[in-house]
């Protein structure tokens, strides 16, 4: 009888795995990029959700407070609705935004309310007019 024999394969191994310090690197950008969307991007949503004042733009109204901090932005048919966003000026001083050319554009402009930062004399005003 004759017999069979198998015949050797050889044997075969992956090809080593280079790790690249450039890749790392990569990876860490990526992974800082996308913690800081997360981030901001909480934050952003957190200012919608919240009402916050500094996303008022025209024809969003906002209610009245005791403290600016409390004034929110809410749906014009909301009985908290207390004065209508006629307008937003960016980057400009209370003079400015109280003349003709800031919410003198809107007549019926009735307050301004300021977003500023301490120590800052410009910030984002919103030109105020009851909500009709």
Do not use: N
């Amino acid at each position: 009888m004759s017999e069979q024999v198998t015949p050797a394969v050889p044997e075969t191994t992956e090809p080593e795995k280079k790790s690249s310090v450039a890749g790392g690197i990569g990876k860490k950008i990526l992974g800082y990029a996308l913690g800081a969307a997360i981030i901001f991007g909480g934050g952003l949503a957190w200012k919608y959700l919240s009402g916050d004042t500094d996303i008022a733009k025209a024809g969003d109204c906002i209610t009245e407070a005791a403290s600016a901090d409390d004034m929110k932005v809410v749906g014009c048919d909301k009985p908290e609705a207390k004065y209508k966003v006629l307008g937003v000026l960016e980057d400009v001083s209370e003079t400015e935004a109280d003349s003709d050319t800031g919410c003198g554009q809107w007549p019926a402009t009735t307050d301004l309310f300021s977003i500023m930062e301490r120590g800052k004399t410009k910030g984002k005003f919103l030109c105020l007019g009851p909500v009709a």
